[in-house]
């Protein structure tokens, strides 16, 4: 079975920059999608970025483009998301999860998921 572990969320002042990992295993991830969520308290799912595990397709939110990226170590099976220029309102539990492809905004249709990473921007 798929299984994917989030990791390196942590505490940050705003303008300061983190890099989450989701590592993936249990499967060939060729035919999948990777996309990354948020949920900050009181608040619902929130689509961060989803690209395909080739690279080939990728969308980002707007609230976010042009601060995150995603990038792939495909010899580790791990997927990064890079977050740079952080404000207070990007804090949220961060979560990774997959699908076979194409990419897609709604979380409902990922069917692996990571148990989340906080992140937390404040100074």
């Known amino acids: 079975q798929l299984q994917l572990v989030e990791s390196g969320g942590g505490l940050v002042q705003p303008g300061g920059s983190l890099r989450l990992s989701c590592a993936a295993s249990?499967?060939?991830?060729?035919?999948?999608?990777i996309g990354w969520f948020r949920q900050a308290p009181g608040k619902e799912r929130e689509f961060v970025a989803t690209?395909?595990?080739?690279?080939?397709?990728?969308v980002y939110a707007n609230s976010v483009k042009g601060r995150f990226a995603i990038s792939r170590d495909i010899a580790k099976n791990t997927m990064f998301l890079q977050m740079n220029s952080l404000k207070p309102e990007d804090t949220a539990v961060y979560y990774c999860?997959?699908?076979?492809?194409?990419?897609?905004?709604?979380?409902?249709?990922?069917?692996?998921w990571g148990q989340g990473t906080q992140v937390t921007v404040s100074s």
């Open positions: 690209i395909t595990w080739l690279g080939d397709n990728s």
């Open positions: 999860a997959s699908k076979l492809r194409p990419i897609s905004y709604s979380g409902s249709s990922y069917n692996y």
């Open positions: 249990g499967f060939t991830l060729d035919s999948y999608a």
